[in-house]
């Protein structure tokens, strides 16, 4: 008798993040993605969910570079395989080398729309639209039943398209679609980032200093938008070492504004020299892109500057302050704003008098996307994922499968 496939949700049944789901068919597993829970304390470890077998070989399948999705890695076995998009490889690496770890697991990168198999399962990864780069939803078959899992997505970013092409010609018959309902129930922002782009533009053109701002040096989405406002408000965006590291690694990978583009600088702190990569650094201060923190302060040119707690201790010590013509902008989801770091930067410019301002969209898709794509693929059965909703808000998706974190679900006898 041929073995079962199973389903096993270890993490992210019921909360947002964390990812950590098993298809298993005989002595085959693999894992869609590797997440650190978004509530695990900074420096935790043994966050490998309880119900995950370790004692057994399986590949991880990463689907986009955020730390719910990757962030345990370094606690799955070396042993393991991973394979996920090359932009991602490159993302991960920078950013556990930036903040001092490392993972050693053989990886393998996969192009999007080319099948590959892994013993009886055959994986088509589908490049979508999130504010990771390289963000992928995976269509997935064994054992004549298909799934498709959809990561993180949303229907409102520069690569919007993917999206609206996939619900127009969907894969057909998906038995079960696993999907993320992160914004259920909730009113957060979904413009889109053209529409940012000319907020950003007319906030720029109205500040007499400069404009600090807080984004994420992992959403390349925002930096495309903040880069395309600088150009046409004629001010010079500042990045820190490790947004230039990151726009340098994909700079192959798309049309992205890179650290030796005009009007893009990048500053040098104390905190992120000792980091980086020596040789990357090196070269930017040889073409002189890069500028120290003191140079913020009495800089001839308009500049939008990239701003968060630890760099804005850096700027502070080479005695950079901020003023009554500056702006700040808070470009990312405004609950941070209550966390430390966040309350941190938000008086700092308080106590200036600087011009608060708040721009931002959601990385994820709205209720309404939600359904529309639900809709759309049509599964027999949607399992929910990546959500604190889903119990109370299932009118308008197809039939639900709901399981718990850690319990098997048979999908093929
Ligand atoms: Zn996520
Ligand atoms: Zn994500």
Request: hydrophobic share 40%.
């Amino acid at each position: 008798m041929a073995p079962p496939l199973t389903l096993t949700i270890h993490r992210a049944a019921h909360e947002i993040g964390g990812n950590c789901i098993e298809l298993a068919l005989g002595a085959e597993r693999i894992l869609l993605d590797m997440g650190r829970p978004l509530t695990a304390p900074k420096d935790a470890r043994g966050l490998l969910p309880a119900s995950l077998d370790t004692q057994r070989p399986a590949t991880i399948l990463i689907s986009h570079p955020h730390q719910d999705h990757y962030g345990l890695l370094e606690e799955a076995p070396p042993t393991w395989l991973v394979r996920c998009g090359e932009p991602t490889r490159r993302l991960m690496q920078i950013t556990m080398a930036i903040t001092g770890r490392a993972f050693s697991h053989t990886t393998t990168s996969w192009r999007s729309g080319e099948t590959f198999s892994i013993g009886p399962f055959q994986i088509t990864p589908l490049l979508t639209d999130h504010s990771a780069f390289d963000a992928h939803m995976l269509l997935i078959e064994a054992a004549g039943k298909r799934l498709l899992y959809s990561g993180d997505f949303r229907m409102h970013g520069r690569k919007r398209v993917l999206v609206e092409r996939m619900m127009r010609t969907p894969p057909p018959d998906i038995d079960i679609l696993l999907m993320e309902g992160t914004n259920l129930d909730s009113d957060k922002p979904c413009v889109t980032e053209d529409d940012l782009e000319e907020r950003f533009r007319d906030l720029f053109a109205r500040t007499k200093g400069r404009v600090f701002v807080a984004w994420s040096a992992q959403n390349v989405d925002r930096t495309v938008t903040l880069y395309r406002a600088c150009l046409k408000a004629g001010r010079t965006l500042v990045v820190d070492l490790y947004t230039a590291e990151i726009m340098a690694a994909l700079a192959e990978f798309g049309r992205l504004p890179a650290p030796d583009w005009r009007q893009v600088k990048v500053v040098m702190t104390r905190g992120l020299r000792r980091r980086a990569d020596n040789a990357f650094a090196d070269g930017l201060v040889r073409s002189g892109q890069a500028i120290g923190a003191t140079a913020l302060q009495h800089a001839a040119e308009p500049l939008v500057i990239m701003t968060r707690g630890s760099l804005l201790r850096d700027y502070a010590a080479k005695g950079v302050t901020a003023n009554a013509d500056d702006a700040w902008c808070w470009s990312q989801w405004n609950g941070y704003l209550r966390e430390p770091d966040g309350a941190f930067v938000a008086q700092w410019f308080n106590d200036a008098g600087a011009a608060a301002d708040h721009i931002h969209t959601s990385g994820h898709a709205s209720p309404s996307d939600l359904r529309a794509f639900a809709g759309a693929i049509a599964p027999k059965y949607l399992a929910p994922i990546h959500g604190v909703k889903w119990d109370d808000e299932q009118p308008g998706f197809p039939p639900i499968l709901r399981l718990r974190d850690g319990e098997t679900h048979t999908v093929a006898p």
